[in-house]
């Protein structure tokens, strides 16, 4: 109920019922209560949950804290190992940068662009810089250089994710294989940094509509460095990555630190965050025990392995997807999709029919 431009509950006071626990409290009360308007708690109605990144999260929450609601979930690109705090802290953004690997002379191209930026704000050539990345302000201070770094980051951290095949408008508007395009722009620009301003249109500016790049309307720096969004849903995930939901991601070799997650969550909220929380209210890699749950992932994501990639058990799923983005088995079908999504969900399908079958004998 934090998400969504509708609702605008952002004071402190409000906000405090923002997290994982109330999110499935909510779900478990109107699958409960659906049941009961529709005179179906006799009948064996039988709810499976679906989700995608933190829906995925929740999804598999869901049926780890409510098995005798819901009967089983698939989880789409779900990274609950990374923001539980397990695994690499390097994992994510080493990811991004490896998408496009395939083509080599375009990670050196992008590497080349940014040493030059980093260059002209040593020498504090704003106006250049400004006019280079056509900026609508000039920036004048390290912390909107700060600000640019963060924009140009984000917008390869959005290629990599949202890699469709065909174009979108889901966070944004984009081409179809937008790493691909963004390789092509990069590689055909007549110098490094016009081209590395070209090559972030892909995501900032495909519709052409823009005429200069606005620093602090298209990115918000927050406590998660893979980025936040815009607009509302922007601190309702500001505020979780403050409080449950860790993201200590290290970019460039440098690691967001617990201490400054912790300034800035104080600060900003009020709150500080609580590491290892999620590992321990929903088992974190301990999930053995549990039961009826698809980990779905797209190779091409880098959320992907921040979650679980190999099955832990006949009933604990791992399902890879070569050529998938971000919860592509999620979206509705498209003649452009590879291949290999079009069967994962048809085995994700056959699954699922087996855990209502055996459900409804169950309650039968």
């Given amino acids: ?200 249109g892909t995501v900032y500016n495909s519709t052409g509509q823009l005429t200069c790049y606005d620093l602090y309307s298209l990115y918000v720096e927050c406590a998660d460095p893979t980025g936040c969004g815009l607009g509302f849903d922007s601190y309702a995930w500001d505020y979780q990555a403050c409080t449950e939901i860790e993201m200590c991601y290290e970019s460039n070799n440098v690691t967001l630190t617990e201490q400054q997650t912790e300034q800035y969550c104080s600060k900003r909220w009020g709150v500080v965050p609580r590491p290892g929380w999620l590992k321990t209210q929903f088992w974190g890699d301990d999930l053995a025990t549990a039961s009826n749950i698809i980990f779905s992932n797209g190779d091409l994501d880098p959320w992907a392995n921040g979650g679980i990639r190999k099955s832990l058990s006949p009933s604990l799923i791992a399902i890879n997807i070569p050529e998938g983005a971000h919860h592509l088995d999620l979206r509705e079908s498209n003649p452009a999709d590879p291949e290999s999504v079009i069967v994962a969900r048809k085995e994700e399908s056959e699954i699922i029919a087996q855990w209502v079958k055996a459900a409804r004998k169950k309650s039968s």
């Fill in 1 to 200: 109920k934090y998400y969504g431009s509708h609702l605008q509950i952002f004071n402190i006071p409000e906000v405090g019922l923002l997290m994982v626990e109330q999110a499935l409290a909510d779900y478990a009360v109107m699958i409960t209560e659906l049941k009961k308007e529709l005179g179906a708690q006799k009948c064996p109605v039988i709810v499976i949950v679906f989700g995608g990144s933190y829906g995925g999260m929740l999804s598999v929450y869901m049926r780890i804290r409510y098995p005798n609601i819901v009967a089983g979930a698939l989880a789409a690109n779900a990274p609950i190992l990374s923001t539980a705090g397990l695994g690499d802290s390097r994992q994510f953004f080493r990811d991004v940068t490896t998408v496009g690997s395939y083509l080599i002379p375009f990670k050196d191209a992008v590497q080349g662009a940014f040493q030059k930026l980093n260059t002209l704000a040593q020498q504090k050539e704003y106006r250049r810089i400004q006019s280079v990345f056509s900026l609508c302000k000039t920036p004048s201070t390290p912390k909107d250089i700060h600000q640019l770094n963060g924009l140009l980051r984000n917008a390869f951290t959005m290629m990599a994710m949202l890699d469709y095949p065909y174009s979108t408008h889901f966070m944004g508007s984009m081409p179809a294989f937008p790493v691909k395009v963004a390789c092509e722009t990069m590689l055909n620009g007549t110098d490094l940094m016009s081209a590395l301003r070209d090559t972030i």
